[in-house]
């Protein structure tokens, strides 16, 4: 049996509405998750909000509500979000929750356990929004002299009492680590940054801070509350019962995949393997920072107006057509930029003109011809043997790229799929054939059946109400990948006297919206 396959998604800062940059790593998540069901595996998926913090206290501030209620509006709009973009995560994980704040205290004792926290006083910049500390040489200026961190955010001088984990102690077994698992970190222009930086030099990092209350108490330290990192990181170790249900923490962790943004790299990369092996827990096997999505080129900003809220998308393109899109157009772990006329183009062109029309055309042909029946075995030819040899070459290819995480090189393996039995369609005209040789359009059909099923099972984890839809009106209920093999399903089902209905459209042509504002915050 196949081993168990545990991924996560940053946990999403709610202090504003979901953007474009959200929805693109839950959809990624998601779609790699479903995969791995595909393949047989026991999944589990988490995704969830980060709601401690001073950014979550000043954003309150300013609305002049209390910080809970902020918590409590914003993460609902990421649990909306989730639902709408049809994502199957197994938790929705709050860090408000009982359960996150047992474990974060707990990860916090073992580490003070090992002796790695101590008590002194910070004195250092401190970006807000980032919620990062960050060093002097990291920093470079803005306009009148404002500092800024390697995000180009503000940072401020900041002086408190604070514990202290010491990150310094670890640069050594960080970097032995990254030796021994070269793929722990990927892509790998993210290993090299990472690997830059501990060769650079770790300095004690401070994890708890008294400015506030909003956090996680720290244990036996009053007006401490947790470093918000300490207390976000520990989730992932939260959503599979650490640390009281051991039978469930030991089934799903260490987790396969934390699939995260490229700016979060170094809290995933450095600190959390460092609190790991502080209290003696197994690190994740890897940890993959994606790119950012730009809007036209542009990085997205409130600032500049050009922040997309992912559910206006998917309302006016169809959820499927926005999944789609992200994961084909994004070279997966780059940059990648989005318009509306490249995802209304993108989907005409894939998955209306070629995957829609393909799978259109033959149902509908069958519906109306043969009553609905499925066609018999017919008149055989090298062709028929051909095509479906190269769609089960196509979705091959699909399955090993996805594997490997290269989800936009997959959906191009995929296409040439799609583009095969269209051109063999379009060679072998059963139209044609209908009158000069009914025999063999049977064949010709049944052949384009069998090889619209390979290539729908295959986009499900893509695509899933779309593809669904499709292999519904075939009769074909068996969608794991063990049904990418010729297991005489085709057989059957014609022998069970199932018949084909005149099928709905299921990838409409898309037309340009007219823009629409993004809801206020």
Not at 65 to 70: A, G
Not at 316 to 321: A, F, I, K, T
Not at 442 to 470: E, F, N, Q, W, Y
Request: hydrophobic share 40%; proline share 6%; charged share 25%.
């Amino acid at each position: 049996m196949a081993d168990p396959y545990y991924i996560t998604t940053a946990i999403h800062y709610p202090n504003g509405r979901p953007h474009i940059g959200h929805a693109y790593e839950m959809i990624a998540a998601d779609a790699i998750a479903r995969f791995q069901r595909q393949t047989g595996r026991a999944v589990r998926f988490q995704t969830g909000t980060d709601e401690h913090g001073l950014k979550m206290v000043q954003t309150a501030r300013d609305r002049n509500v209390p910080v809970r209620e902020l918590a409590d509006e914003m993460s609902g709009y990421f649990h909306e979000m989730a639902q709408s973009l049809d994502i199957s995560c197994d938790r929705f994980i709050r860090t408000v929750e009982a359960d996150h704040y047992t474990a974060s205290q707990t990860i916090w004792k073992a580490m003070a356990d090992a002796g790695d926290l101590y008590l002194d006083r910070y004195e250092g910049w401190y970006s807000v929004r980032d919620e990062a500390f960050y060093e002097e040489k990291e920093l470079s200026e803005g306009e009148g002299g404002q500092k800024l961190s390697p995000q180009g955010t503000p940072v401020e001088w900041t002086a408190e009492e604070t514990w202290f984990f010491r990150l310094s102690k670890y640069q050594q077994p960080l970097l032995d680590f990254y030796a021994a698992h070269p793929d722990f970190i990927r892509p790998e222009s993210r290993r090299n940054e990472v690997l830059r930086f501990v060769e650079g030099g770790l300095v004690d990092l401070s994890v708890s801070r008294t400015s506030f209350d909003w956090g996680v108490p720290v244990p036996d330290s009053p007006g401490h509350v947790m470093y918000v990192w300490v207390d976000a990181l520990t989730n992932y170790l939260t959503g599979v019962g650490y640390p009281n249900d051991s039978e469930e923490f030991s089934k799903w962790w260490p987790a396969n995949l934390h699939l995260i943004g490229k700016d979060i790299v170094r809290f995933h990369a450095v600190y959390w393997p460092a609190f790991l092996m502080s209290a003696k827990l197994p690190l994740p096997k890897q940890v993959f920072g994606h790119g950012f999505l730009l809007n036209r080129g542009e990085k997205m900003s409130k600032s500049t107006g050009n922040v997309i809220d992912p559910m206006a998308l998917a309302h006016l393109y169809g959820v499927d057509s926005l999944r789609y899109y992200l994961l084909r157009e994004v070279s997966f772990g780059q940059d990648g930029s989005y318009s509306d006329e490249a995802i209304v183009t993108r989907a005409n062109a894939d998955l209306a003109n070629s995957f829609g029309n393909l799978g259109q055309r033959t149902i509908s042909f069958i519906a109306k011809n043969l009553e609905g029946a499925f066609p018999q075995a017919g008149k055989g030819d090298p062709a028929d043997a051909a095509l479906l040899d190269e769609v089960r070459k196509a979705c091959d290819g699909f399955c090993s790229a996805f594997g490997d995480l290269a989800l936009s090189q997959a959906l191009e393996s995929w296409m040439a799929g799609v583009f095969a039995c269209n051109q063999y369609i379009d060679t072998q005209a059963p139209w044609k054939l209908r009158k000069t040789d009914p025999d063999r359009m049977h064949a010709v059909l049944g052949t384009l059946i069998r090889a619209i099923r390979l290539l729908a099972i295959t986009i499900l984890p893509v695509v899933p109400t779309s593809a669904a839809k499709l292999l519904d009106q075939i009769g074909a209920d068996e969608r794991d990948h063990a049904a990418l093999a010729d297991d005489g399903w085709y057989e059957r089902k014609a022998a069970s006297g199932f018949k084909i209905d005149p099928p709905a459209p299921i990838f409409p042509r898309l037309t340009l919206a007219e823009k629409t504002e993004e809801p206020a915050a």
